[in-house]
């Protein structure tokens, strides 16, 4: 295979010819990401089998998502992996995961954050590279994701990129069921991604996520925002007063969401949009100081 940045650039251009006619959105973001992921994995693409290539291209121009394929991802600062059978983290949620994070070193020492619905524990991950003295529970109520979290951990831990005094587990349970009892009412920041899309839209989405990502991380309920609004009900008593939820919400349903959160007895209610101006996050607090 060629090693020439003349020939790979010929290169990584096939590959996108190759994922366009299959109909791939991003054809030539993919086919740099493809190269340069196994650039970096055989040190010299001369090295590389033609046959490994071709493999990943052809996975990734049947729209299994480029995360899948490669394995991994970027979410914020850390390197975050990922398997089949566990919701891939969208960029958007970066957002969700700052809004968090600022949150968190908005209390001072030593936040108590949970995340429910933590899947690959990415935002838990930022919270804990990034916020020093935070005591992070995720949890997840699929095996595959609790597994995949805590794979993740590790990865951290062991990466020396935990901030100082931060601490996270991982646990298996449908939204706060496994968090323990003794956080209840101590929890400075809530913060999840879950799922919010209504049954309506079963059928409509790309194959890189119909295909793909798990329904129960998709479809939040009839409505959509069922799992939305019970967070916000169980922020009302697992929060710290003045403590903050943070939950990513369907960008069509901002408005809808703001309403859940003050009948929820929320105050501060706020909405706050992504990088696209889409409404992305609605944040709260619980009342008192």
């Known amino acids: 295979m060629a090693t020439s940045e003349a020939d790979r650039y010929e290169l990584i251009d096939d590959v996108a ?3 366009e006619r299959a109909g791939v959105p991003t054809p030539l973001v993919d086919a740099r990401l493809l190269v340069d992921h ?3 994995r055989f040190g010299d693409l001369s090295r590389c089998e033609t046959n490994v290539l071709d493999a990943m291209v052809e996975r990734r121009a049947a729209r299994v998502p ?3 394929v490669i394995g991994r991802t ?3 600062a850390v390197e975050v992996l990922c398997r089949a059978g566990v919701f891939v983290p969208r960029p958007e949620t970066e957002i969700v995961a700052g809004v968090a994070v600022d949150a968190a070193r908005a209390t001072g020492v030593g936040p108590v954050v949970v995340e429910p619905c ?3 524990g990415a935002i838990a991950l930022a919270v804990l590279t990034e916020v020093p003295g935070a005591r992070i529970v995720a949890s997840d109520r699929s095996p595959d994701a609790v597994a995949l979290a805590s794979a993740n951990l590790e990865r951290v ?3 020396g990129s935990v901030a100082a005094g931060a601490s996270m587990t991982v646990r298996q349970g449908a939204l706060l069921d496994a968090v323990p009892d003794e956080l209840l009412g101590r929890v400075d920041v809530l913060v999840a991604n879950p799922p919010y899309l209504p049954v309506s839209d079963v059928g409509t989405w790309e194959p890189e996520v119909g295909d793909h990502d798990p329904f129960d991380a998709l479809v939040g309920g009839t409505d959509g925002l069922e799992i939305v609004e019970q967070l916000l009900d169980l922020a009302t008593t697992w929060l710290v007063p003045g403590g903050t939820a943070v939950i990513e919400i369907d960008d069509r349903r901002g408005s809808v969401a703001a309403d859940m959160a003050t009948r929820a007895g929320l105050v501060d ?3 706050e949009v992504d990088l696209t101006q889409r409404d992305r996050v609605v944040v709260a607090r ?3 100081s």
Do not use: P
Request: net charge positive; proline share 0%; with cysteine.
């Open 286 to 288: 619980r009342c008192g």
């Open 74 to 76: 970027w979410f914020r």
């Open 157 to 159: 831990l062991a990466s």
């Open 17 to 19: 010819d190759r994922l």
């Open 66 to 68: 480029l995360q899948l």
């Open 269 to 271: 209610v706020r909405v």
């Open 118 to 120: 933590t899947g690959t």
């Open 38 to 40: 196994l650039t970096e």
